[in-house]
């Protein structure tokens, strides 16, 4: 119980003082300052850019020397389609969501796209129509997705880094004291991650995820063996380059790689107006209107039913 406490109060401690060093911003609303690569919605062209500037940049550090992520950030990607996109793409409703497409966010393999086996790919395209996006239900939307859905909060302390949402009240906590996974009989919405540095590049991995997530609100998805590797670094004081594996042989041909911008952001007033009521109390109604269109529960890549699982007896 003791232990139980002092991790609590731990991360409650994180938490007030993250909220502190936030409390001076005096804008309101996200900002995001000049970054030293500015194509920050072209993900390929942020990624080449990032990867020639790190290690230029001396990042502010913690008191135990590591570099200092503490703050207000928020991503550059989207959570509509990792792939890229037109328009006119998913019809009247998608395209209001998103009027001038998307780029891919996928940086590897070159041609952004997901490298799914062919029978994956052959019947995603009826995901959408068929299955509910599980992050309508206001379920944990997994931490493939986890900087792609708005303001996020990162709370540093040498044997632990946090990172807490508007969404969902959507939390990540990975350990950095070098602790092993959890045993494989656990399977989790955001799975179970550590955290570990490689110089001044934080590297998460993660693993135990329950296969039940979505990338994003077009139906791309990935198995219950799925591992993701994160990479974060500093390419200059207000942009973290995010780049994520991801490993999955039950679902794609080889691993592939996304990349993104972290900015910081900034608020004034009441920094509790970053918990936005209504990202986390709005699901009934688009759920309702899901159910209306006579649309399931998503079952997972295990879960399909039979006719979408191929023989795996034969070669």
Not at 54 to 61: C, L, S, V
Not at 303 to 315: Q, Y
Request: charged share 20%.
């Amino acid at each position: 119980m003791r232990v139980r406490g002092a991790l609590a109060a731990g991360l409650a401690a994180a938490v007030a003082g993250t909220l502190s060093a936030v409390a001076g911003a005096q804008q309101f609303g996200p900002v995001y300052p000049a970054s030293a690569c500015t194509q920050v919605k072209d993900y390929a062209a942020f990624h080449r850019c990032a990867l020639e500037a790190i290690g230029r940049f001396e990042p502010a550090r913690t008191p135990d020397g590591r570099p200092d992520m503490r703050g207000l950030w928020i991503g550059s990607g989207l959570a509509f389609d990792l792939e890229e996109f037109t328009p006119t793409q998913y019809g009247p409703e998608g395209a209001p969501a998103n009027p001038a497409g998307g780029k891919s966010h996928i940086v590897d393999p070159p041609d952004g796209r997901i490298p799914y086996h062919p029978w994956i790919r052959d019947i995603k395209p009826h995901f959408i129509d068929v299955y509910i996006p599980p992050a309508t239900g206001c379920f944990q939307f997994g931490p493939q997705r986890f900087f792609l859905l708005g303001q996020f909060l990162i709370h540093q302390q040498k044997d632990v880094i946090v990172f807490t949402t508007e969404r969902y009240h959507g939390h990540r906590i990975v350990p950095l004291d070098g602790r092993p996974h959890l045993g494989s009989a656990f399977a989790l919405w955001m799975g179970d991650s550590r955290g570990r540095w490689e110089g001044d590049t934080l590297v998460v991995e993660t693993r135990n995820l329950n296969g039940l997530t979505w990338f994003d609100q077009v139906g791309n998805v990935l198995s219950a063996n799925a591992t993701l590797e994160e990479r974060f670094t500093f390419i200059d004081a207000n942009t973290i380059h995010h780049q994520e594996t991801i490993t999955d042989p039950a679902a794609f041909t080889r691993p592939w790689t996304i990349a993104h911008a972290l900015q910081r952001s900034a608020l004034k007033g009441r920094e509790a107006e970053i918990w936005y009521e209504d990202n986390v109390e709005n699901c009934s109604d688009a759920l309702q209107s899901q159910f209306n269109l006579k649309k399931r529960w998503w079952p997972g890549l295990h879960g399909l039913a039979p006719w979408a699982v191929p023989d795996r007896s034969t070669p």
